[in-house]
C-alpha cells in the first residue's frame, strides 16, 4: 500500500465521521459505528486495555483472582460489541429496507393524559417503560433470594415506583422544554444527556476505583450489582434501605446517583437506536419537539391488536389438547429423567451433584413450555393469512405487534423459570441482582430469537403444510440454556462457550426469522445464497455445544477418567460433527460443493511448504511474546497457557491432549474459523485486511487471554494465505506447526529453564 | 370504485395476469368471470395487497392498494376463495377478534355481530367452534366477517361455491341490496347463471388476459348474436382467444 492510498482513506473516513457528526440522519453514508473503522478502534482499545491490565495490575494483585475475571470481561465486551453490532446491522436493514418502519424502535410521544389514564402500552415509548418494569420487577423478586421478605416488599415496592418516577420526570420536562424553548434549540438539549451520561461514567469509575484499592475484583456478581445501584430501579431501592435506616445522605446520594444513571441509560439506548436504527434523532425530535402527536397506524397496531391477538390466541392454545400436551409432555419428560437419574446416583454423579446442572435444567424445561407458544405465535395465521390482509394495519406492523407480544410473554416465562430455580436450589450466583437483570435482557433477546425461528418455521404464504414441530421449541431451548450457562456457570471457559452458543444461535435465529419475514412480505423473495455471519457463528456455537455435551457425557460415563482424556475425545467429536454439519449446511445452501468453497482437494506441495513456512515464524512470535512476559516475572502466567501446560502437565493422558491440538484443531478450526467465518466476514468487509482482522480478533477471543496477542497474530497470518490461496491447506499446516511448536516447548523448556 | 391499468404478475416463467386493465364504478356489481386458473384469484389477491404486482397498478377509491394498503382495507371488506378460519375459536368470538382489528366500537360490535350472524342463518352455531362448520357456513361467517366494517367496497372470490340453493339466493338478494345502498361490488364466478342474474357488467378473463368487458348486452353486440346466453358468449370469446393464440 502506498502512502497516498493511506491518506484517502483516512480522509473519507474523517469526511464520513464529520458529515456524520453535521448532518446525523441527512446523512446516507454509513455512520461511525458502522464503519470497519470502528472495530479496528475496538481492536485497538482491546489489545491496549490488555495490556495495561496484565502489565499494571497483575503485578499489584494475586494471579488467581484477577485472571479469570479480566479474560471474561475483555472477551465478553468486545465478542459482545461485535456481534450487537453486525446482529443489530443486519436486524435494522432487513426491516427497515423496504419502508422505513420505525415501529419496532423504541420512543414514541406520550402525553400527560395518558400516562395518567393508563394508555401508556399504547405506545411504542411505553415499550421502554415496559422494559423497565420488567427490570424493576426482576431486581424486586431476585431480592428475595439474597435478602428477606421485608427487603423483596422494599424493592418491590421501589421498583415500580422507579417506573412511575422515571415516566413522570421524563414527562415533566418534556412538558417544561416544549414550553419554554422553540424547537429548534429544543433539539440542542439532548446535548445535556451525553454529559450527564459522562458525569455518570465518572461515578462509575470512583466506584471501581474503590473496588480496585481494596482487592475486591475477582467476583463477578459484585460488580454486576454495583453496577445496577447506580441504575435507576436499585438506586430507588437504596433510597428505601437508606430511608429505613435514617441515613439521609446514602438517601440523597442514591437520588442523585438516579438522575445520572437514568441518563447514562437513556443516552445508552437513544444512541444504539440512532446508530443502529439510522432514524433515532427522528424519534428523538417527535419525542422531544411535538408530544402528543399520534402516529395512528402504530397506535393500532399496539392497542386493539395486541388485546385481539392476546385473547384470541390464549384462546385457541389453550382448547387445543393436541397443543397442551406437545406443550407439557416434553419438561414432563425431562422432570422424570431428572428425577430418575438424581435417584441413580452412581450413574450420574458428576452431573447431577452440580446444582448448576440442575438450575440449567429447570430453566431448561420452563422456556421450552413458553418457547413452544411462543414459537407458534405466527403459526395459527398460516393458513389464515388472508384474514391479516384485512385488516387496515400494514402486515409488517402485525407480525412485528405480535412477535413482540409473545417476547413479552416469554420474558414473564423467564422469571418464573428464574425464579423456581433461585428459590429450589439457593444457590448463591443465581441469587444475586446483577445476574437476574442479565438474565431478563437475555430472555427477552432469546425471545426475539425465538419468534425469528417460529417465523423459519411456519411459513404463512406457502400451501404446502409446514407443520410447527417440537424441534423448533428445542433449538429455542438451547439458547435459553446457553444464555443461562453464560451467568450461572462459575469458570469463565463455560462462560466463554455459552456466550458464544447463545450469540451464535441467536444471530441465526436473527437471521433466519428475517429471511422468514421477507419471504412473508414478498413471496418471490429467495433468501441469500452466500454465507453469511450468522451461518458461522452458528457452526462455532454447534462445535461449542457438541463439545460441552460431550464432556459432560464423558464425566459422567467415566468419572474417574483423566480430564485430559476427555477434553481430548469431547474436542475430536466436536470437531468430526460440527464440521459434518457445516459441510452438509453449506451444500445445501450454496448449491454447490464444498470443496469449491473451501478449496480442499487442490493440495500443492508448495501451500503445505508455505504453511510450514509460516507456522514456524508465527510460533517463534508467539514464544517471543511468552519471553516477555517470564522477563516481566510473570512465570504463572506464563504456564497458565494451555498448549505450554499440556507439556507441564504430568498427565499420562497428556499425549490425547497433543494429538487434539496439533491434529484436530487446526483442521476443525480452519474449516470453521477461515473456511466459514472469513467468507462470511467478507460480505460485510469486502476489502480483505478489515476482514481478516475482525476473523483475527475473533479467532484471538476465543483462546485464553495469555496467548491473544501470539493467537491474533497467527489468525492475521492465516487470514492472508487463505486470501492468497484460495485453499485451506496452507492455513491448516500453518495451524499445526505453530501449535506442534508451542507444544514442543511446553515439553521441553520447564526442563531448560527451572 | 376500482380500478386497475395494466396489472401483471409472473410467477417464474408463468405469467398469471397480463396486463389487465378495467374499472368498476360505484355501486356496480362486476362479475369477473374465468375458466379455472385463468387468473381471477391472483387479479383479486393483488386488489387485497396480498400479491405485490410485478407491473400496473390498482386503485380502490383512489387509494394505491399497494403503497397506502392500511388505508384501503378500512373501506374494503374480502371474502376469499377457500375461508380457512381459526379452528378453535367460536363463531362469535371470531367476529369480536376482527371487530377488535378494525377498531370498532364496544356498541358497534354489540349491534352488529347479531344482526349479521342472524341474517346468514349462524345464530345457533354462533357458540360452536368454527372447526365444526361446514363449508358453507364457513364461508358465511367469512362474509360476515367481510361485512362487519360496513365496508364502501366489497371484493368476493368465488362467493356461492358450497352453498346450498336457498343460501344462493339469499346471497343474491343481500348482494342486490348492498349494491342499492351505493357499494361497489367486485366477485369472481365460474357459475355464468349467478353472473346473468346478478352482474350489471362482467369481465371475463382467460389465460390471464382480459378477452371481454361489458354488459351481457354489449357482449352480445361483439359476436353479433343477440339471443347468446352469456354461456355462450363465454365459450365464443373464449375460442376466438384461442384462435388468435394459435394464429
Redesign the interface.
Known amino acids: 500500500m502506498n502512502r497516498r492510498f493511506i491518506k484517502a482513506i483516512i480522509k473519507l473516513r474523517w469526511t464520513i465521521m464529520l458529515n456524520y457528526l453535521r448532518h446525523g440522519r441527512k446523512s446516507k453514508k454509513r455512520s461511525f459505528i458502522q464503519s470497519p473503522f470502528f472495530l479496528f478502534l475496538m481492536a485497538l482499545i482491546y489489545f491496549v486495555a490488555l495490556s495495561l491490565f496484565f502489565g499494571l495490575i497483575f503485578k499489584r494483585y494475586p494471579i488467581d483472582s484477577l485472571m479469570p475475571m479480566a479474560s471474561v470481561v475483555l472477551t465478553i465486551v468486545v465478542v459482545g460489541l461485535i456481534l450487537f453490532h453486525i446482529a443489530m446491522q443486519e436486524f435494522a436493514q432487513s426491516f427497515t429496507r423496504n419502508s422505513g418502519d420505525t415501529e419496532f424502535l423504541l420512543c414514541q410521544p406520550l402525553t400527560a393524559k395518558d400516562f395518567f389514564t393508563g394508555k401508556l402500552l399504547e405506545y411504542s415509548f411505553a415499550d421502554f417503560a415496559s422494559w423497565v418494569v420488567v427490570l424493576a420487577f426482576f431486581v424486586a423478586l431476585t431480592w428475595i433470594a439474597s435478602l428477606s421478605v421485608l427487603g423483596f416488599l422494599l424493592a418491590l415496592f421501589g421498583a415500580f415506583l422507579t417506573v412511575i418516577f422515571i415516566n413522570a420526570l421524563l414527562l415533566l420536562v418534556e412538558q417544561i422544554l416544549t414550553r419554554l424553548l422553540k424547537p429548534a434549540a429544543l433539539r440542542n438539549i439532548r446535548i445535556l444527556l451525553p454529559i450527564l451520561a459522562g458525569a455518570g461514567l465518572v461515578v462509575l469509575f470512583i466506584r471501581f476505583q474503590d473496588m480496585f484499592s481494596k482487592g475486591n475484583i475477582g467476583n463477578l456478581p459484585t460488580i454486576s450489582t454495583d453496577l445496577l445501584s447506580i441504575s435507576p430501579p436499585g438506586i430507588l431501592v437504596g433510597v428505601f434501605l437508606n430511608l429505613g435506616s435514617k441515613s439521609y445522605l446514602g438517601m440523597l446520594a442514591n437520588l442523585g446517583g438516579a438522575i445520572l444513571g437514568t441518563s447514562l441509560f437513556l443516552t445508552f439506548s437513544l444512541f444504539l437506536v440512532e446508530w443502529f436504527g439510522r432514524s433515532g434523532w427522528r424519534i428523538v425530535d417527535s419525542h422531544l419537539v411535538a408530544p402528543g402527536r399520534t402516529v395512528e397506524s402504530i397506535r393500532i397496531a399496539n392497542t386493539g391488536m395486541l388485546k385481539g391477538f392476546v385473547k384470541k390466541d390464549l384462546l385457541m392454545y389453550l382448547r387445543d389438547l393436541k397443543l397442551l400436551f406437545k406443550a407439557f409432555g416434553m419438561p414432563i419428560a425431562f422432570i422424570v429423567l431428572y428425577l430418575l437419574t438424581n435417584k441413580n446416583k452412581k450413574l450420574f454423579e458428576n452431573v447431577s451433584e452440580q446444582s448448576a446442572y440442575t438450575a440449567l435444567l429447570i430453566f431448561g424445561c420452563m422456556s421450552y413450555i413458553a418457547a413452544f407458544c411462543c414459537v407458534r405465535c405466527l403459526d395459527p395465521e398460516r393458513r389464515a393469512i388472508w384474514l391479516l390482509y384485512t385488516f387496515p394495519v400494514n402486515m409488517k406492523s402485525i407480525l412485528w405487534a405480535k412477535a413482540k407480544l409473545w417476547a413479552i410473554i416469554l420474558a414473564s416465562f423467564g422469571l418464573v423459570a428464574y425464579l423456581g430455580s433461585a428459590f429450589a436450589f439457593r444457590w448463591p450466583p443465581l441469587a444475586t441482582v446483577g445476574n437476574g437483570v442479565f438474565l431478563v435482557a437475555g430472555v427477552f433477546l432469546v425471545a426475539v430469537s425465538g419468534v425469528g425461528i417460529s417465523a423459519l418455521a411456519s411459513d404463512p404464504t406457502s400451501k404446502k403444510s409446514t407443520t410447527i414441530n417440537s424441534s423448533a421449541a428445542i433449538v429455542f431451548m438451547l439458547i435459553a440454556s446457553s444464555y443461562a450457562l453464560v451467568f450461572l456457570s462459575e469458570d469463565w471457559w463455560s462462560k466463554l462457550v455459552g456466550s458464544f452458543l447463545f450469540a451464535g444461535l441467536t444471530l441465526a435465529c436473527f437471521q433466519a426469522g428475517s429471511w422468514r419475514f421477507q419471504h412473508i412480505l414478498d413471496p418471490e423473495y429467495r433468501r441469500p445464497t452466500k454465507i453469511s455471519i450468522g451461518d458461522s457463528l452458528g457452526a462455532i456455537a454447534i462445535f461449542f455445544f457438541v463439545q460441552v455435551l460431550s464432556s459432560i457425557v464423558l464425566a459422567a460415563i467415566s468419572p474417574d477418567g483423566a480430564t485430559g482424556t476427555h477434553y481430548a475425545l469431547s474436542y475430536a467429536v466436536s470437531g468430526v460433527v460440527s464440521s459434518t454439519i457445516v459441510v452438509l449446511y453449506y451444500k445445501k445452501r450454496t448449491r454447490s460443493s464444498f470443496r469449491v468453497f473451501a478449496g480442499i482437494g487442490k493440495t500443492r506441495l508448495k501451500n503445505v511448504g508455505l504453511g510450514i513456512c509460516w507456522g514456524g515464524i508465527s510460533a517463534a512470535f508467539a514464544l517471543l511474546y511468552l519471553f516477555v512476559l517470564l522477563q516481566m516475572g510473570l512465570k504463572e502466567i506464563f504456564l497458565q497457557h494451555n498448549v505450554v501446560q499440556v507439556g507441564v502437565s504430568a498427565e499420562a493422558a497428556k499425549w490425547w491432549v497433543i494429538l487434539a491440538v496439533t491434529v484436530i484443531a487446526p483442521i476443525v478450526e480452519e474449516i470453521l474459523f477461515r473456511g466459514f467465518a472469513l467468507s462470511a466476514l467478507k460480505e460485510y468487509w469486502p476489502r480483505g485486511s478489515t476482514s481478516s482482522i475482525v476473523n483475527a480478533l475473533l479467532f484471538a477471543v476465543v483462546h485464553p487471554a495469555v496467548s491473544t496477542i501470539p493467537v491474533f497474530i497467527l489468525g492475521l497470518i492465516v487470514c492472508r494465505l487463505y486470501q492468497r490461496t484460495r485453499n485451506l491447506t496452507a492455513p491448516i499446516f500453518t495451524h499445526a506447526t505453530h501449535n506442534t511448536v508451542m507444544v514442543l516447548s511446553g515439553l521441553l523448556l520447564p526442563k531448560v529453564m527451572w | 370504485m376500482i380500478k386497475t391499468s395494466s396489472i401483471t404478475k409472473r410467477f417464474g416463467q408463468k405469467t398469471a395476469v397480463n396486463g389487465v386493465s378495467l374499472a368498476v364504478e360505484k355501486g356496480e356489481i362486476f362479475g369477473f368471470l374465468g375458466p379455472n386458473g385463468a387468473g381471477k384469484t391472483t387479479t383479486i389477491r393483488m386488489l387485497?395487497?396480498?400479491?405485490?404486482p410485478n407491473a400496473g397498478s390498482a386503485t380502490i377509491e383512489n387509494l394505491d392498494v399497494t403503497s397506502e394498503?392500511?388505508?384501503v382495507?378500512?373501506i374494503?371488506?374480502?371474502l376469499?376463495d377457500e375461508?380457512?378460519?381459526?379452528?378453535?375459536?367460536r363463531g362469535r368470538?371470531f367476529l369480536e377478534?376482527?371487530a377488535?382489528?378494525?377498531?370498532l366500537s364496544q356498541e358497534e360490535k354489540q349491534d352488529r355481530i347479531p344482526q349479521l350472524l342472524s341474517r346468514f342463518g349462524l345464530k345457533d352455531a354462533s357458540e360452536e367452534?368454527t372447526v365444526n362448520y361446514s363449508h358453507g357456513m364457513k364461508k358465511k361467517l367469512a362474509l360476515c366477517?367481510?361485512l362487519l366494517h360496513d365496508p364502501q367496497v366489497l371484493i368476493m372470490d368465488e362467493p356461492t361455491s358450497g352453498l346450498d340453493p336457498l343460501a344462493v339466493r339469499d346471497f343474491r338478494n343481500y348482494v342486490n341490496m348492498l349494491a342499492a345502498d351505493g357499494k361497489t361490488i367486485f366477485l369472481s364466478t365460474h357459475v355464468l347463471d349467478l353472473a346473468e342474474k346478478l352482474c350489471n357488467r362482467v369481465g371475463i378473463i382467460h389465460e390471464g388476459k382480459l378477452v371481454g368487458i361489458g354488459s351481457a348486452a354489449t357482449l352480445r353486440s361483439d359476436i353479433a348474436d343477440r339471443d347468446a346466453s352469456l354461456e355462450e358468449i363465454f365459450i365464443n370469446l373464449i375460442q376466438v382467444h384461442n384462435e388468435k393464440e394459435k394464429a
Open positions: 387485497m395487497g396480498i400479491l405485490r394498503a392500511p388505508d382495507k378500512k374494503v371488506g374480502y376469499p375461508p380457512y378460519l381459526y379452528d378453535y375459536l368470538e377478534f376482527l377488535e382489528m378494525h377498531n367452534f366477517g367481510a
